[in-house]
């Protein structure tokens, strides 16, 4: 049970590091803002918000682990 909480507390961050080595730095920083960007927009939608939060974080943490 903790294993599983485990991994997917550390989803995220194992999705970040897949696009970084996937696409390389500069890539990595223009897709991360990408992906900030079009879960923001999802969050303004009322229930899409389940949807773009975790896009949010995701694109988030792309662009800090590039930089």
């Known amino acids: 049970m903790v294993q599983l909480l485990q ?7 194992k999705i970040a590091l897949f696009f970084l080595e996937l696409l390389g ?6 897709f991360g803002c990408a ?10 939608g009322g229930p899409l918000i389940v949807i773009g939060a975790p896009v949010c974080l995701v694109g988030a943490i792309l662009v800090i ?3």
């Open 35 to 44: 992906l900030f960007g079009i879960g923001a927009l999802f969050c303004f």
């Open 7 to 13: 991994n997917v507390a550390l989803l995220p961050f």
């Open 25 to 30: 730095r500069t890539l990595a920083i223009l």
């Open 65 to 67: 682990k590039a930089v």
